[in-house]
């Protein structure tokens, strides 16, 4: 049977005592996968402004889950009724689908204007509104609902998010030193390359200064940006060869 490619945003706006959007967007797609109700492809983050007028516990993100799956109505109902569940009751969560006809260049800049500054909750839900998504939000509120759509917007510009499950897999948390080989074998990404574009050979040392880092989406691929471990960063008597093949993750 033919399989449609969903597209899910979520933001539970998170509040004191939430565990964030990140951990319950993963623990719903785990939950898809156990049910046999869709495969998940990627997840990815997205970094909403910044902004003291605006409430959040930690990050401000939201989150993207891409699905292939055969039942859209099966999952959908799923779905709603997990965030539901799970979420916190005062955290005024919220749940967006879409398949990616449905996303509109109206959507796509109000998600890319959502980065930058603050946006009206009226707008998001005309925009859901007018083209016809599927949506569901909890608590007194409706805040949610402009994370949620920012989230596919983001995704779908496909350069935007840190990728928390890349091409079918959760992304592990890593740190200390390991080859490149072993980075795509264990983090299931397109490309691992520097931010001029240099594309790493498979025998490069990149090293983890930090278990959190998560790669990108950079043209619809998932990226791992790394940079040159410089000679002054190295103080174990490498030589010169050895520098040049050295990288660790960036922090951009």
């Known amino acids: 049977m ?3 490619r969903l597209f899910i945003g979520i933001d539970d706006t998170d509040c004191s005592t939430s565990n964030g959007t ?4 993963k623990a719903l797609s785990k939950q898809i996968e156990l049910n046999g109700l869709g495969k998940v492809v990627n997840i990815s983050r997205h970094q909403l402004c910044l902004s003291k007028k605006i409430k959040y516990t930690n990050l401000n993100n939201s989150a993207c889950i891409e699905v292939l799956v055969i039942d859209n109505d099966n999952l959908i109902l799923f779905c709603k009724n997990f965030i539901k569940n799970n979420c916190e009751k005062l955290s005024n969560a919220a749940i967006v689908f879409a398949n990616e006809d449905d996303i509109s260049k109206e959507i796509i800049g109000f998600s890319l204007k959502v980065k930058k500054e603050i946006v009206s909750l009226k707008d998001a839900i005309t925009l859901i509104k007018n083209n016809n998504l599927n949506h569901s939000f909890f608590g007194t ?12 917007g983001l995704r779908l510009t496909n350069n935007d998010g840190r990728v928390i499950w890349a091409n079918g897999f959760e992304v592990p948390e890593m740190k200390g030193t390991y080859i490149a080989g072993e980075v795509y074998c264990q983090t299931h990404v397109d490309t691992i390359k520097t931010s001029d574009g240099y594309k790493i050979p498979t025998n490069s040392t990149i090293i ?7 790669p990108v989406i950079e043209n619809n691929l998932i990226t791992l940006i790394v940079e040159e471990v410089g000679e002054n960063e190295i103080n174990n008597g490498d030589n010169i060869k050895s520098i040049c093949n050295r990288f660790k993750i960036s922090v951009n």
């Open 2 to 4: 033919p399989q449609n």
């Open 22 to 25: 990140g951990k319950l967007t």
């Open 141 to 152: 509120r409706k805040l949610g609902l402009i994370g949620a759509l920012a989230a596919i």
């Open 208 to 214: 983890y200064e930090s278990k959190f880092s998560k």
